[in-house]
């Protein structure tokens, strides 16, 4: 019976530890995970695109106002051509202010990119104050990608295609107004789509001919467990979850986000925004 007590004993002191751990240490510091992509359709104008990928701030649950600071000062050092934000800048249960929002807007405008800054929208952004989040996108010259597309050119008048989609959660998406386009100009040399929850990603890459999708939400599983993987997906990120998948021809990638959502702590997964370098490939 002693045994047994203090067997009991044990395992409540490690999981005390690592609860607090994932509270108060996992949730802390910055990685940014780099990864390279090779492709054929990439035009010569564009080789080495640099791209950063951020999302799910979920503000003011564990993520404050200098931790942002720091989010902005990380991507502006990268020098990126091109910054995308996924979804959930804001969390459903977390309430915010006017001036919460303005101090939002006035950093998103520091964040520099050559052709431009893209962002979608997510469930807890929709759910909360859609409005409010959109706001601070538009103030931040961030343009808004609500089942809608832009177009960018080199100096060759090659282009690159950027789609987003809007949260799947609340049955908000429109694949044909988001995408159509592509179907009526064949013209396009690369192109990219936006979302949020990525198990619409496979839906994406067979009825279109997408060369890279770029989603957020399953934060690749908050709670990460070592050689077992994430323990918990929310609904619309079951399939895709992960870094990194391939869906025929069409790389998927999945930030593990920043901030935290319904359980207040991060383990063996620490916050991070993605770096895509993206190069010309030469096929011989």
């Not at 080495?48 to 503000?59: A, E, M, Q, R």
Request: charged share 25%.
């Amino acid at each position: 019976m002693k045994k047994i007590i203090k067997w009991l004993i044990f395992v409540f002191i490690i999981l005390s530890l690592t609860a607090v751990y994932a509270r108060y240490i996992g949730t802390r510091g910055l990685i940014t995970k780099e990864y390279t992509i090779n492709s054929n359709n990439l035009p010569v104008g564009f080789d080495g695109l640099k791209v950063v990928h951020f999302s799910d701030i979920h503000y003011n649950r564990a993520i404050s106002l200098s931790k942002i600071k720091k989010i902005v000062d990380e991507i502006n050092l990268i020098n990126p051509d091109i910054v995308v934000f996924t979804g959930d800048l804001i969390d459903k249960d977390s309430e915010l202010t006017e001036k919460d929002y303005n101090n939002l807007t006035n950093l998103f405008l520091k964040i520099n990119a050559k052709y431009g800054k893209y962002a979608v929208i997510g469930n807890h952004d929709f759910i909360k104050d859609k409005d409010k989040v959109i706001d601070v996108f538009n103030g931040s010259n961030f343009k808004y990608l609500d089942n809608d597309h832009e177009i960018i050119y080199d100096k060759d008048i090659h282009t690159i295609f950027i789609g987003g989609l809007s949260t799947i959660s609340y049955e908000q998406e429109d694949l044909n107004k988001t995408l159509s386009y592509l179907k009526e100009h064949d013209d396009i040399d690369y192109k990219i789509v936006l979302v949020h929850e990525p198990d619409i990603s496979k839906q994406i890459a067979n009825d279109y001919d997408i060369d890279l999708i770029l989603a957020g939400h399953s934060h690749n599983g908050q709670i990460r467990i070592p050689f077992i993987g994430a323990i918990y997906t929310p609904p619309h990120a079951k399939k895709y979850y992960d870094n990194y998948y391939q869906i025929g021809d069409t790389d998927l990638y999945i930030s593990s986000g920043i901030g935290v959502s319904t359980i207040n702590g991060r383990l063996c997964n620490r916050p991070s925004i993605n770096f895509y370098r993206i190069n010309k490939e030469i096929s011989e």
